[in-house]
């Protein structure tokens, strides 16, 4: 793919790497889009013996997946290994002792783009704010719903096109170079999961704000987080001084209140799989669709 806007996941896997021991201080953001979506869960009837983090992070989601399901195995699965490693270490040594053999957390280094697990071993997919981190959504969709059990549900969060968006016109013209990459609208998060056989998807959306003392408390968070530039028309190099000025004076228009705003897309999302169809004899019913 040569679109200049396509994030580069070689790129994405090393800034996560390199991210994993300054991740947690700086994940305001991320840690209460989790809260919201656990609270989701309360709404939620299933009690499910299998769930896969898919994208875990450092695994942020695990006490409350685990609170709410004592008796799940949780898998924790991520494409940094760095930062499965961390999901790991979230537990004192002792809790690991007392729970249960079947409900240990396990932590995989993997895609979720090709989730390295069999068809029908999840019961949830529990997937916060990482289907951003890929160019196309419709194969992660399609591995999750292979890997999902019969009436199985996916639940997940992602950033939409207004995220960043004062740091974008920042960057407008300052370079021919891309700094923020593109970000999925919900509509078109809810189309993939149908074209990819989920059923009743449920997609909404809030608009979050950090704010900052200046636009370099801003890019320091996003480093901190590993939300580097991963876009393949990224600058060969760090921006100059002269660049990063030239941003921080632009980003100087959006000040309010004695503080710049971070505008962030938050877009929420869920659906089932459905349990195959069957014929009153018991047989399979299969959709033939004419070309």
Known sequence: MSDALAVDKRQVRRSFEQAAATYDAAAVLQDEVCRRMLARLDYIKLQPATILDAGSGTGNALPGLRARHPRARVIALDLALAMARRSLARRPWW?????????????????????????????????????????????????????LAPGGLVLFSSFG??????????????????????????????????????????????????????????MRDLKALGAHNVTRGRPPGLGGRSLLAKVAQNYETFRRDGRLPATFEVVYGHAWKPAPRVSPTGRPVIAIQPR
């Open 161 to 218: 096109p207004d995220t960043l968006k004062e740091l974008r016109a920042a960057f407008h013209g300052v370079d021919r170079h891309t700094h923020v990459h593109r970000f999925i609208d919900m509509h078109d998060l809810g189309d993939r999961l149908l074209a990819c056989g989920f059923a009743d998807p449920v997609v909404d959306m809030e608009m979050m704000t950090l704010t900052y003392a200046d636009a370099h408390g801003l």
């Open 95 to 147: 809790r690991v002792l007392l729970e249960p053999r079947g409900a240990r957390l396990a932590a995989v280094c993997g895609d979720i783009e090709q989730l390295p697990f069999a068809a029908g071993t999840a019961d949830m997919v529990w997937s916060n704010l990482a289907i951003q981190w890929i160019n196309e959504p419709r194969q992660a969709f399609a591995e999750m719903h292979r890997v």
